[in-house]
């Protein structure tokens, strides 16, 4: 089995800065794209950030320039740090993972649970 266990989640005012971290484990064979969702309340789960077993990276315009993303390939973690945060970074992280767990099996998605991250004004 696979898990994806982030952290790094909290509170933080406006204009701070926070890290989140995942790590994958378990039956791994190889990961391709490790990446970071947020879904805020009442709206549908979004792409923030995503990098590549190559390290090419893709950022959402409104976290381009404040966020950046990083992976550990040896410890089969990513990175998120976030910086100059506003409110509306408010929402529930979430990592994903798209592996292999065998070499003759298809790509598919793992998430994780989800970390918190709050924003004050």
């Known amino acids: 089995q696979v898990q994806l266990v982030e952290s790094g989640g909290g509170w933080v005012q406006a204009g701070g800065s926070l890290t989140l971290s995942c790590a994958a484990s378990g039956r791994i064979f190889s990961i391709d794209v490790m990446g970071w969702y947020r879904q805020a309340p009442g709206k549908q789960r979004e792409l923030v950030t995503a990098v590549s077993s190559g390290n090419s990276t893709n950022y959402a315009d409104s976290v381009k320039g404040r966020f950046t993303i990083s992976r550990d390939n040896a410890k089969n973690t990513v990175y998120l740090q976030m910086n100059s945060l506003k409110p509306e970074d408010t929402a529930v992280y979430f990592c994903?993972?798209?592996?292999?767990?065998?070499?003759?099996?298809?790509?598919?998605?793992?998430w994780g649970q989800g970390t918190q991250v709050t924003v004050s004004s």
């Open positions: 994903n993972a798209r592996l292999k767990t065998q070499r003759w099996l298809l790509e598919k998605d793992y």
